[in-house]
């Protein structure tokens, strides 16, 4: 129960930090001040998106994951999600998450 609701809040926490990495990364590339707006808009949709990517993909990923047989045993111990690998019931908790927030 406890791990269904840190995976459905940090969906909704990994929205948010979605929206403030995108008006961050537009007040960086507007602060470095590229030569052409082209230059400016490429930087904003890498920054964006690379912050977008790791964000999103990575955190839910890990959360969802139980990595408690992995190395470093202290480090992976807080990590104690439903999967231990990828199942049917991966695709519909996890990979609809992931989908979703890309959708948003």
Do not use: C, R
């Amino acid at each position: 129960m406890f791990s269904k609701i840190l995976a459905l809040s940090v969906t909704v926490v990994v929205v948010a930090v979605n929206t403030i990495i995108k008006k961050v990364v537009v007040a960086l590339v507007g602060w470095i001040g590229e030569d052409t707006v082209s230059q400016q808009k490429a930087s904003v949709v890498k920054g964006a998106f690379i912050g977008q990517f790791f964000n999103t993909g990575f955190i839910i990923l890990i959360v969802n994951a139980n990595m408690v047989e992995h190395e470093p045993k202290q480090f992976w111990k807080n990590f104690k999600g439903p999967f231990y690998d990828y199942m049917p019931q991966w695709y519909i908790d996890v990979g609809l998450k992931i989908i979703t927030t890309y959708l948003v």
